[in-house]
């Protein structure tokens, strides 16, 4: 088990910018995925970035993608979203996740996952 901890969230206009951060204490395995997922009032939670650890293999979804930078420092255990050029449709809940399982990280969904921290809040205005 990991605790996971968000923060980094706010209120921007679009085209502004935000960094989000997750702070991560626990035991984790050398290889294994953190991801950032979001959730919208009303919305299915989705899938925006996942980071396998060894390698640093990096997996978007379509919305973050050419926007969104996924990054993880080993050594500060910590894992970042970086989220330039931001829209009125990327106001959402964000969270921080991890699968210990071992597995690449190519299916960045809600069931792979089961290390949650409590999310922090991205509200972008037009």
């Known amino acids: 088990q990991v605790k996971l901890v968000e923060s980094g969230g706010g209120s921007v206009q679009a085209g502004g910018s935000l960094r989000l951060s997750c702070s991560v204490s626990?035991?984790?395995?050398?290889?294994?995925?953190f991801a950032w997922f979001r959730q919208a009032p009303g919305n299915q939670r989705e899938g925006v970035a996942a980071?396998?650890?060894?390698?640093?293999?990096?997996y978007y979804t379509d919305p973050a993608k050419g926007r969104f930078t996924i990054s993880h420092d080993k050594n500060a255990n910590m894992v970042f979203l970086q989220m330039t050029n931001l829209k009125p449709e990327d106001t959402a809940m964000y969270f921080c996740?991890?699968?210990?399982?071992?597995?690449?990280?190519?299916?960045?969904?809600?069931?792979?996952?089961?290390?949650w921290g409590q999310g922090t809040q991205v509200t972008v205005s037009a």
């Open positions: 980071i396998y650890t060894r390698g640093s293999v990096i």
């Open positions: 996740a991890a699968d210990l399982s071992g597995d690449y990280c190519h299916y960045i969904t809600p069931e792979r996952y089961h290390n």
């Open positions: 626990g035991n984790t395995p050398s290889g294994h995925c």
